[in-house]
């Protein structure tokens, strides 16, 4: 079945430091891939996506590019700021007759100190 | 434009107590989920929804009933809760390969 793991967490960065949080994937076809963002006490929101290989999502500073040879979708940001501190989870979608279904990574959570 | 809305957001139950988790949406989506969230396990499907009257297992669907009469809302029910029901819960809606919009959650605890 389709399933998605993410880097081992939590992380813990100082500001204005570079973040890489890794996504592999596994999936039939050709899925949709998404990163969600939870922060503290709230559901969760769409950082980005990308819906085909080489697609690459972007928003809010945050990037990821949709890897179909190394079947990965790795998450950027060059500078983070202590608001960025939240759970990061990556995400695919099947499609065909998924129905939208989502599988999710188990989540890193990103703690950025001043 | 509510969004997706939730209710309860925190409650807590004793062992063989019944309970609704209330989810309603205002976006005319048709598909909407109940996701499970398990302290560093991410996310997984319950149940989910087509449409109205139309509805299916998740990946853990064993001790939930849903059902959904109406495009707005989805409903799950807990019955006989036992504590490996303790999670946060999730309802999400969509417009078929789109976004999933979220709810705020509903903390349960089964003591």
């Known amino acids: 079945g389709d399933s998605v793991t993410q880097m081992e967490g939590p992380v813990t960065l100082s500001e204005e430091a570079f973040l890489t949080i890794n996504c592999t994937y596994t999936?039939?076809?050709?899925?949709?891939l998404f990163w969600y963002v939870q922060y503290p006490g709230e559901g969760l929101q769409l950082l980005l996506k990308?819906?085909?290989?080489?697609d690459k999502g972007s928003n809010k500073g945050f990037e990821a590019t949709y890897r179909k040879e190394t079947t990965s979708f790795h998450l950027e940001k060059g500078s983070v700021q202590v608001s960025d501190s939240a759970v990061y989870f990556c995400a695919l979608s099947a499609g065909g007759t998924s129905y939208g279904k989502l599988t999710f990574g188990q989540g890193t959570i990103l703690t950025v100190h001043p | 434009n509510a969004g997706v809305t939730q209710t309860p957001k925190f409650r807590i139950l004793k062992i063989g107590q019944s309970m609704t988790l209330q989810c309603a949406q205002d976006?005319?989506?048709?598909?909407m989920y109940w996701y499970r969230q398990d302290p560093g396990m991410g996310l997984k499907l319950i149940y989910y929804s087509v449409g109205a009257g139309i509805t299916d297992k998740g990946e853990v669907p064993n001790g939930y009933n849903v059902s959904r009469s109406t495009t707005e809302d989805f409903p799950l029910r807990l019955e006989l809760a036992a504590p490996s029901q303790t999670s946060v819960y999730f309802c999400?809606?969509?417009?078929?390969?789109?976004?999933?919009?979220f709810g705020p959650g509903t903390r349960l605890t089964v003591l």
């Open positions: 976006m005319n989506h048709n598909y």
């Open positions: 999936a039939t076809g050709y899925p949709s």
């Open positions: 990308a819906t085909k290989a080489d």
């Open positions: 999400a809606s969509t417009a078929v390969g789109d976004t999933h919009y």
